[in-house]
């Protein structure tokens, strides 16, 4: 059990997660640490889901995406 087992985090993509379709390495490292120590992440957005196939070196995305949100 790590100390974020049981928590799911969904964050938007755009102006949040990255900017400008670039996400900092400062949120790659703490996505990393959360999912490390028990953490589910994932993202909610209004981009396709084959849009975020780009980022699967960058992050691991653990549940469904919500996606075409808000269209």
Do not use: W
Request: charged share 20%; with cysteine; hydrophobic share 40%.
């Amino acid at each position: 059990m790590g100390k974020f087992s049981g928590t799911l985090i969904c964050s938007d993509f755009d102006g949040t997660l990255a900017h400008k379709a670039v996400i900092p390495q400062s949120n790659i490292d703490a996505i990393r640490y959360f999912q490390e120590n028990g953490g589910l992440f994932t993202v909610i957005s209004g981009r396709s889901a084959e849009f975020f196939d780009a980022y699967a070196d960058e992050i691991r995305l653990d549940r469904y995406v919500g996606c075409v949100n808000g269209s």
